[in-house]
């Protein structure tokens, strides 16, 4: 059998073929909609919708659904991310920093997987390191939030001084975090849910406003 060699070129043409390749057939559902929605509103450029595109991309999220929920501007599960049609009223710092909280959450269920993430709820844990676990996980979102806003900066999409938010938990009360758990555990144990796309699924119906 004759030997076959690739140029360093052809090499090169035939990665990004299979790259780009990975990456429509690994794209999320709803991104495309996303992306206009925030060009409609906010007129960004190409440019900078692409490094939106590709962080989202980049997280494994499968699936951004903008629709009406019951509390919040936004709720990422294991399996999607909700985002509230609210959350395009506010200025574009705001709406950045709680997209990129709720994408950075599906960064941390790509790490640690579902089961981990939703182990506060279902594990044997009792409500102390639940609460804890939950303040940890939200923080780091926070975090992780408030990076992505320091690189748009850099970008000029948005000033320095709009970009200076904390975030939401830095100072939320543990009663807060006691009382959320509390109330989903409970939740979940009626419910006799613990696998997390059971559990995802529960959320989502529990915050969806039905027409």
């Not at 804890?132 to 939030?145: G, P, Q, W, Y």
Request: overall charge positive.
């Amino acid at each position: 059998m004759r030997n076959i060699l690739l140029t360093e070129r052809q090499v090169s043409l035939l990665v990004n073929h299979i790259n780009n390749y990975r990456l429509l057939k690994e794209q999320t559902q709803g991104l495309d909609e996303l992306m206009n929605k925030i060009k409609e509103t906010y007129k960004l450029s190409d440019e900078h919708l692409n490094v939106i595109r590709q962080f989202i991309s980049n997280s494994g999220c499968k699936n951004i659904i903008i629709e009406r929920i019951k509390m919040g501007a936004g709720l990422s599960l294991s399996d999607r991310v909700i985002l509230s049609p609210d959350l395009f009223n506010l200025n574009l710092a705001k709406f950045l920093f709680i997209l990129f909280h709720e994408i950075a959450h599906q960064y941390q269920f790509k790490k640690y997987g579902g089961e981990k993430m939703y182990e506060l709820y279902t594990g044997e844990m009792d409500i102390k390191q639940g609460c804890k676990m939950m303040r940890d996980i939200e923080l780091v979102a926070d975090e992780f939030a408030a990076r992505k806003m320091r690189e748009f900066v850099k970008l000029g999409v948005i000033k320095e001084k709009d970009a200076k938010f904390g975030g939401f938990y830095k100072n939320t009360p543990e009663s807060h975090f006691h009382m959320l758990v509390s109330q989903i555990r409970d939740m979940l144990k009626k419910s006799k849910v613990s696998e997390p796309d059971k559990i995802s699924e529960l959320f989502y119906n529990f915050v969806k406003i039905n027409i």
